[in-house]
């Protein structure tokens, strides 16, 4: 089996409990995923079978759009509603104020990562260390915020937001921080992944859904194949000497303008994502 599934995670699985059912699901014990999603977070994983794991590291660099749930006047250990309260308080924040604190983080961003995540420090995960009561100094990060929407008016201190970020931004330390910017502290009520890239939470399906396809032996009528993947690159037909140089790793001389390619052959056939430059076309990584 060898290409993509879109799943629509559901709460309180993490992203390791969906590769390991898929998995058992799909006999296949090569699958990847990009962009972890947190137990709270809902929505969509791209998960990746057989050669097609060898595209995990372009999806993980793509952007991502969440819809998610900003509850003001609480802070906790975790930033989200899941953790120990730290503090809680009543607040009167009105629409235009938030709006206003929203414009402050957008774009190019410096985010610390939370302590409860994967990151490692001293080869120690920041997670494990967290649970032990420990707390030590992160290096920041730089996240950029293509998109910070208010999508519902602020009741109860609560309000929807839509975000479109780049890799690594945490989505959670982003409410925590307009809270703080607010003066009344902030934590993430709820996470959804509506988008990443190319692929979008509609096009996605649940466990139980890809059990029964699996079942039913259907499950290659929702296999994307990797090549979904550059949707935006223009596509290269390779001749047969082109093909035979590409299989064997080597460069050829390819008529096109510079710029990256998803290199086909003459049969059709996704041989590999390739960049073309000085009329060489040399591969960035193969699929065949």
């Given amino acids: 089996m060898n290409g993509i599934l879109l799943v629509d995670k559901s709460a309180d699985w993490t992203s390791h409990d969906v590769v ?17 999603l947190d137990p709270m977070a809902t929505g969509l994983l791209v998960v990746f079978a057989g050669r097609a794991t060898r595209a995990v590291e372009f999806a993980e660099a793509d952007r991502k759009r969440y819809a998610a749930v900003l509850q003001l006047g609480l802070t906790t250990d975790t930033q ?23 414009e402050r983080f957008r774009g190019e961003l410096s985010q610390i990562p939370p302590m409860y995540s994967a990151v490692k420090v001293n080869g120690q995960r920041l997670y494990k260390l967290a649970r032990k009561g420990t707390e030590v100094a992160r ?26 970020c780049s890799k690594g931004t945490y989505v959670r330390t982003l409410c925590a921080d307009i809270g703080a910017a607010l003066g009344c502290g902030g934590a993430m009520a709820a996470l959804r992944r509506v988008r990443a890239g190319a692929f ?19 499950i290659e009528e929702v296999l994307l194949p990797a090549e979904s993947l550059f949707a935006d690159d223009p596509v290269y037909i390779t001749n047969k000497e082109q093909e035979r140089a590409c299989r064997n790793g080597a460069p050829f001389p390819a008529e096109a303008a510079p710029g990256r390619y998803r290199v086909r052959s003459g049969s059709g056939s996704f041989l590999m994502l390739g960049r073309c430059a000085d009329g060489e076309m040399r591969s960035v990584k193969n699929f065949f």
């Fill in 20 to 36: 390991a059912k898929l998995r058992g699901i799909l006999h296949e014990r090569k699958l990847g995923h990009a962009g972890t």
């Fill in 80 to 102: 989200d509603t899941t953790g120990r309260v730290l503090s809680r308080q009543e607040i009167y924040i009105t629409n235009k104020e938030l709006d206003a604190a929203l």
């Fill in 139 to 164: 290096v920041p990060r730089q996240i950029t915020v293509f998109d910070l929407k208010r999508r519902s008016d602020v009741t109860d201190g609560r309000a929807e937001l839509e975000i479109e």
């Fill in 200 to 218: 979008s939470v509609e096009q996605a399906h649940t466990i139980e859904q890809l059990q029964t396809l699996a079942e039913q032996g259907r």
